[in-house]
DNA sequence: ACGGGGACGTTATACGTAACACTTCGGGCC
DNA sequence: GGCCCGAAGTGTTACGTATAACGTCCCCGT
């Protein structure tokens, strides 16, 4: 018969008890072994129970100091690759007990509302895309423990990083490419600064460059259908010989490529070879199905979160790229004899 | 020169500032109007930005008794369109001074984790999809303040809620191809249980229904493109005589549809016209682009995050639905003469 | 017989903030 | 001169939790 207002604290389900309420701490902690009976912490249960009492999570990250919850900071929401990432992380949080909280990149929100004002009483860590550049700054101020997600090992961040191994992705790419016979290749950029695909750029230029007779024009383009569309349908109205393949450096840009490779009557493969990377859904959207490559998206948020706890625990994270293999789909084939 | 190795406290800026904790409070929280001279005011935010203090979120939580912070909820984090609400609700939510929490709802996640365990403690209010069934029961444990997103309004909840016009959407586009001459309709629905989904099946009977000579076929299917492939293939192989019209649910359903009619040798909009629903950067990838009907998620996301600021205000929440329109496109044409 | 130590608790305190209740002081007004 | 009032603060308390430090019993070994 307490008041009902409010809400039952650690207090009432003592009385309700008839114990004081540090038992009730104890034994709600799972900390009573060897100090109160089996009896007493069951009664302490079921009083709880039977009030419907929540322990008071302010008050708890108050007393601690920390409140087991991370921020994982996306560049946006838009792509089923960071749900994946955030599935994984989430998953792997849980089992240590910790919650995920998501941070997309503003967008149209504005910085007057900076989740990061107030990190350091909120959070006890971070897991960051290397894409979401704009954040990093104003996480930097605050000294959080914090796990780069595809970003430069040697950057000056000085913070532990977890990597796809998006260099031996290219590789892949490019040799499928060469094998089938391509030399004059187009490379659809995202116009995006981010170390993630610098090491796209890099990797394509250093595979290719040894092949005599090869050629690797670039275009760059933000990450949107409309955007790759423009970008590829300049690049491919330029005058000299017309490149027989696209390297896109994501799916979406290479659904942009199929639209302005379809405006100007070109046909996917005959004409012209296009390739991607991620494997989202819509590379089996579109036809013909893109060639492309597989990212494992919910192993790559696992990683970055097991990463995270150890740094968090002061332990030493483990690290080693991650693998990522090529899919073979209908959007390649030799370039045509003409050429 | 106090300790360093902890985070100053509102105290050390007062002791720096050479006034009361009390003092620094007041002029932190803009409440120092004639209780603080404006030389002293200044003194202390002096000092607070000197000693980089960041008020702890957990103290002022816990003594405030809110958290100015708000749930999404969200049935995955997969779709653009949710993004979308994520972003208008953010905005409008930012306005207020107050933060958005995401949750996805749980797929892979399991109920280990459960964030409504202390929702009680550490969220002021819960906006929620109607798609993400699960968590409501959780929800409604605790009694938050909760306003649902595409919900029955005469539902059993007793929540506020805020509505995209679905049902005119529905019907726009069965007006579209009744003038278009199509009869034969197949209705491909998402296998969810929402009434966001129900709303289109009934409106599309219902719209059909009182127009001589027109038949209704329904397909149910996971929201996903492999699964909207497979219930159109066989809906459209059983004998019988074959739709000249698919209704989607959503556009990555329609994307299913185009897979299946590609692989049945049938022609997109020649032999069989399409329509989606959400108008999603998928629409115009596939090709040819989808009809489909628009809703405008950041609204929703907005009218939704105002709704809810409303009832925790203590405010009525003003209705109305939010209008969608039919974007036509290249995938519905007239049936084909033959038939 | 006596002391040492489990078993079973309780009391008290601190985390950092916001807000209420008070004090002090210098005018202004009758 | 007495009185009240506003400006400019300060002292204190409470929010609900977790835990360190402290008391009892009572049993058991020597």
């Known amino acids: 018969m307490t008041r009902s207002s409010t809400r039952p604290t650690s207090r009432d389900v003592a009385q309700a008890a ?11 902690g799972d900390k009573w072994r060897g100090r109160v009976s089996q009896t007493t912490a069951e009664r ?17 990250n108050l007393r601690l100091g920390r409140t087991r919850t991370v921020l994982l900071v996306v560049p946006a929401l838009t792509t089923e690759f960071f749900a994946g990432v955030y599935t994984g992380a989430a998953r792997v949080a849980a089992e240590h007990g910790f919650g995920v909280v998501l941070y997309p990149s503003p967008e149209g929100i504005g910085p007057a509302r900076d989740p990061f004002a107030s990190a350091q009483t909120a959070l006890d860590g971070v897991l960051a895309s290397s894409m979401a550049a704009d954040a990093l700054t104003a996480i930097r101020g605050d000294q959080l423990p914090l796990v780069m997600l595809d970003s430069d090992p040697t950057g000056s961040l000085g913070a532990a990083t977890v990597n796809l191994d998006i260099a031996d992705g290219v590789r892949q790419v490019a040799e499928h490419l060469l094998a089938l016979g391509h030399r004059r290749i187009l490379h659809l950029a995202a116009d995006v600064p981010s170390w993630t695909f610098d090491v796209r750029a890099r990797e394509l230029a250093a595979r290719l460059a040894p092949v005599p007779g090869t050629e690797l024009r670039t275009a760059r383009a933000p990450i949107s259908i409309d955007g790759a569309l423009a970008a590829t349908e300049t690049a491919l109205t330029t005058p000299g010989t017309r490149p027989t393949a696209v390297v896109c450096d994501d799916d979406k840009l290479a659904a942009g490529a199929y639209k302005a490779l379809r405006r100007l009557g070109l046909r996917v493969p005959d004409d012209v070879s296009v390739t991607g990377l991620d494997d989202l859904a819509l590379a089996t959207a579109i036809d013909p199905e893109l060639t492309t490559v597989r990212l494992d998206a919910e192993l790559f948020g696992e990683r970055g979160m097991q990463a995270l706890l150890a740094v968090l625990e002061g332990r030493q994270p483990d690290g080693g790229d991650i693998p990522v293999h090529l899919v073979v789909r209908g959007s390649t084939a030799p370039p045509p004899t003409s050429a």
Do not use: D, F, H
């Open 44 to 60: 302490v249960r079921e009083a709880a129970r039977e009030l419907g009492y929540r322990p008071n999570l302010a008050a708890r």
């Open 18 to 28: 008839g114990v004081s309420q540090a038992a009730v701490s104890l034994v709600l």
